[in-house]
């Protein structure tokens, strides 16, 4: 075993060798600098805008709504059974929320709601984000047919293919399903020019994009085929995208999902919590596994060291490439971003592993 390790971690010449973090994903501090806006809500999901410029956050088993000149200011405006998750707007006003395990659901102003949760013979079990077109049709991102939303890395760690693309249009009442196979699609959008959708697979690590008019298949053009971690939603920005990373790859990772035997006794006799696998957070409990590298050293923890749960959000411009990027490292304390949005020239982003919303400047990347 040992032997296939070594040509695992210094010997990658196979097309899923994980890139380098150098260039426009160099790390830094960026995010460690942003402004706590709440450190009070627990485990914030996603993030979304308003007209009036207020922010909307998924959290607990309600959304709750921030306003005011400092966001100091909160409501609950919906409160569900199930957790909720990905947050957008229609375009007839309504606001699109992604329920753990139950589909979408689509929350008028009134409070009344209207549930998606069946396409086709099968129950929509993990609906990550929704994102309306400008005709009004919902495309919805469902990661996997086996689990939901918070049990992300069971299907990581069983190698899943199972996540859907799935269309819902107003006028039939009908919820088809695009594409299937997908490697847990995470984040959908809608390109600036109303003309493409974008999509991310997390487990494929790739951001691609498909003709609205043609979603096929064979119609797919992959943008980026080997990110260096697990690409999460991606939503519009001045003058491009901000696309979530929630968590990054590791040699290590990387290798046991190779090694079945190993992997499959692993999950069946440790608690998931102790998994060799990614996180939104970590550090605070010594039983966690090393990521093959010294984590610490004399009791303080290297920012270069192997990346259980790290913080990350990337900047693509209108060609989609990236071109700069805010980290908070290993040593930090602002993991597992999962939700972004632009507000009047800032940056907010939900660290939904260290339960924070923070603020920074939007042209800081």
């Given at each position: 075993?040992w032997?296939?390790l070594?040509?695992?971690?210094?010997?990658r010449?196979?097309?899923?060798?994980?890139?380098?973090?150098?260039?426009?994903?160099?790390?830094?501090?960026?995010?460690?600098?942003?402004?706590?806006v709440?450190?009070?809500?627990?485990?914030p999901?996603?993030?979304?805008?308003?007209?009036?410029?207020?922010?909307?956050?998924?959290?607990?088993?309600?959304?709750?709504?921030?306003?005011?000149?400092?966001?100091?200011?909160?409501?609950?405006?919906?409160?569900?059974?199930?957790?909720?998750?990905?947050l957008?707007?229609?375009?007839?006003?309504?606001?699109?929320?992604c329920?753990?395990?139950?589909?979408?659901?689509?929350?008028?102003?009134?409070?009344?709601?209207?549930?998606?949760?069946?396409?086709?013979?099968?129950?929509?079990?993990?609906?990550?984000?929704?994102?309306?077109?400008?005709?009004?049709?919902?495309?919805i991102?469902?990661?996997?047919?086996y689990?939901?939303?918070?049990?992300?890395?069971?299907?990581?760690?069983?190698?899943?293919?199972?996540?859907?693309?799935?269309?819902?249009?107003?006028?039939t009442?009908?919820?088809?399903?695009?594409?299937?196979?997908?490697?847990?699609?995470?984040?959908?959008?809608?390109?600036?020019?109303?003309?493409?959708?974008?999509?991310?697979?997390?487990?494929?690590?790739?951001?691609?994009?498909?003709?609205?008019?043609?979603?096929?298949?064979?119609?797919?053009?992959?943008?980026?085929?080997?990110?260096?971690?697990?690409?999460?939603?991606?939503?519009?920005?001045?003058g491009?995208?901000?696309?979530?990373?929630?968590?990054?790859?590791?040699?290590?990772?990387?290798?046991?999902?190779?090694?079945?035997?190993?992997?499959?006794?692993?999950?069946?006799?440790?608690?998931?919590?102790?998994?060799i696998?990614?996180?939104?957070?970590?550090?605070?409990?010594?039983?966690e596994?090393?990521?093959?590298?010294?984590?610490?050293?004399?009791?303080?923890?290297?920012?270069?060291?192997?990346?259980?749960?790290?913080?990350?959000?990337?900047?693509?411009?209108?060609?989609?490439?990236?071109?700069?990027?805010?980290?908070?490292?290993?040593?930090?304390?602002?993991?597992?971003?999962?939700?972004?949005?632009?507000?009047?020239?800032?940056?907010?982003?939900?660290?939904?592993?260290?339960?924070l919303?923070?603020?920074?400047?939007?042209?800081?990347?």
């Open positions: 075993m032997s296939r070594k040509q695992s971690l210094f010997h010449n196979d097309q899923y060798a994980i890139p380098p973090m150098d260039g426009v994903l160099l790390p830094n501090n960026k995010i460690d600098q942003f402004r706590v709440r450190d009070s809500i627990n485990r999901d996603d993030l979304e805008v308003d007209s009036d410029g207020r922010l909307y956050v998924s959290t607990g088993n309600c959304i709750i709504r921030l306003h005011g000149a400092s966001l100091e200011e909160e409501a609950v405006i919906a409160q569900f059974e199930d957790p909720p998750g990905g957008n707007f229609h375009p007839d006003g309504r606001l699109m929320v329920l753990d395990g139950k589909g979408l659901a689509l929350v008028g102003k009134q409070g009344v709601e209207e549930r998606l949760d069946i396409a086709g013979d099968g129950a929509i079990r993990c609906a990550n984000t929704a994102v309306a077109a400008p005709d009004g049709r919902v495309y991102a469902d990661g996997t047919s689990h939901g939303p918070r049990e992300w890395y069971f299907d990581l760690m069983e190698k899943r293919t199972t996540g859907r693309l799935l269309r819902y249009d107003p006028e009442s009908k919820t088809e399903t695009l594409l299937g196979g997908l490697s847990f699609p995470n984040g959908v959008a809608i390109s600036h020019d109303g003309s493409s959708l974008l999509l991310t697979e997390s487990w494929s690590h790739t951001l691609s994009r498909y003709p609205l008019s043609d979603i096929r298949p064979e119609t797919r053009d992959v943008l980026i085929s080997n990110l260096p971690g697990y690409p999460g939603r991606i939503v519009p920005a001045s491009g995208y901000w696309m979530t990373l929630f968590a990054m790859r590791t040699h290590l990772v990387e290798f046991v999902l190779t090694e079945d035997k190993y992997r499959e006794e692993m999950m069946r006799s440790i608690d998931p919590a102790y998994w696998r990614p996180a939104l957070s970590s550090g605070e409990d010594f039983l596994p090393l990521q093959a590298g010294h984590a610490k050293t004399l009791g303080v923890m290297k920012p270069w060291a192997p990346p259980r749960s790290y913080g990350l959000i990337a900047r693509l411009d209108e060609d989609y490439e990236i071109r700069g990027s805010f980290h908070c490292r290993v040593n930090g304390k602002r993991h597992g971003i999962t939700g972004v949005r632009e507000r009047g020239g800032a940056l907010y982003a939900a660290s939904k592993g260290n339960s919303i923070l603020e920074g400047r939007s042209g800081g990347a």
